[in-house]
């Protein structure tokens, strides 16, 4: 019987793992596709591996590869001077490169025709070159022509001090309502905690006017000193607004991790001399480490791919986050689809969050397992 359950667990998390890894995997996989061999070989070997298959209808693209490997003194199957020329005359006909040319068809001026034997002795030139072209050119056109890495060091900056300030509130605040017992001490942890009861979306449109009209009155105050005090449309309001909503959940993880440490701690700090200030600083807070990082992951993953709030709040293009970034894609291409492109930028969206959790998984397993989520 109990081997029987072992072959089922396997089984379910196997099943967990492949349900997990595999989309994951695709993602990256199709990140290093062109868009034309996502739409005809979405699930197959990648290109990259195997190279772009001859299809006898060449493509500016694959005559510019093929000169690559000439100049390279590689064997291109035609001579440079002849691809020069190929390409010269492609570029006229079709400057655009949106078309192929079938073999045999007459271009250029003067008019030329290219052989059946000669289009396949250029595609088999540039097939494997081709593909590693097309996998860095799609990373190249989302981290520098769709400014991903504009979005990206902006989602880094508000994530950052979104959970320095969080951490910094909320373990303070958990740390009274955990370890020290006066009146309203349960009703004000209940008061922290009920924001986790109320859908963020809701907040939206209060928070939106009420954001107007403290920037208007701020602004008014600081006018004199020329000065403009300015919640939206910029990274200190989303920064605010992060912190006040991930208040409550922290609270509650942390709060439930101090009460798990040992009371005889604290009182052996103050019976030495230390005052409550440095018995929390350099006593109970570095005690609670598990707990602090096991709050940093969870409000990292949710601040980092956070769309909604950043989408009402944030106008300027250039203070857009990562998730604006990747949404703004379909866009910049003027609404065509670059698959590629597309799967370069959410490759770059989760890397970060996939090394977080690597790098810290053993400190949030210790973290849930000591404490972080006792009541």
Not at 131 to 156: G, P, T
Request: with cysteine; aromatic share 14%.
């Amino acid at each position: 019987m109990d081997k029987v359950r072992t072959i089922l667990a396997y089984t379910v998390l196997i099943g967990w793992l492949l349900a997990v890894v595999l989309p994951m995997v695709w993602v990256l996989v199709n990140s290093l596709r062109s868009s034309k061999e996502f739409v005809q070989n979405p699930f197959g070997m990648p290109w990259l591996v195997t190279g772009v298959p001859a299809d006898g209808l060449l493509e500016l693209s694959e005559i510019e590869a093929a000169r690559a490997r000439a100049s390279a003194g590689e064997d291109a199957g035609l001579a440079l001077e002849r691809l020069d020329q190929l390409a010269r005359d492609f570029a006229k006909l079709d400057s655009e490169n949106n078309g192929a040319l079938e073999a045999g068809v007459v271009y250029g001026d003067p008019a030329e025709t290219l052989s059946g034997e000669e289009v396949a002795a250029v595609e088999r030139a540039a097939g494997r070159s081709l593909a590693i072209s097309a996998a860095i050119s799609n990373y190249r056109k989302a981290w520098v022509e769709s400014n991903f890495s504009r979005f990206f060091f902006n989602s880094l900056w508000v994530t950052g001090w979104s959970l320095f300030g969080t951490l910094a509130l909320a373990s303070m605040a958990a740390y009274v309502l955990a370890r020290f017992e006066f009146r309203g001490n349960r009703w004000l942890f209940l008061f922290f905690i009920s924001g986790m009861m109320i859908p963020a979306q809701l907040l939206l449109i209060p928070v939106f006017f009420e954001f107007s009209w403290l920037s208007d009155v701020g602004t008014r105050f600081l006018e004199p000193f020329g000065l403009r005090f300015q919640l939206y449309d910029s990274h200190f309001g989303l920064i605010l607004l992060y912190i006040a909503l991930s208040l409550p959940f922290t609270i509650l993880v942390l709060s439930g991790f101090f009460k798990s440490l040992p009371g005889a701690l604290r009182e052996a700090a103050i019976m030495d001399g230390c005052g409550e200030y440095r018995t929390f600083w350099h006593v109970m807070l570095p005690l609670a480490k598990p707990g602090l990082i096991t709050a940093a992951i969870f409000n990292f993953l949710g601040i980092w791919n956070e769309y909604i709030f950043a989408l009402v709040f944030v106008n300027t293009p250039e203070k857009k986050t990562l998730p604006l970034g990747l949404a703004s894609v379909s866009i910049q291409a003027q609404y065509k689809t670059d698959f590629g492109l597309m799967f370069a930028g959410l490759v770059i969206v989760v890397v970060p969050t996939l090394l977080v959790y690597v790098l810290l998984q053993r400190q949030l397993t210790q973290g849930i397992t000591t404490g972080a989520i006792k009541g």
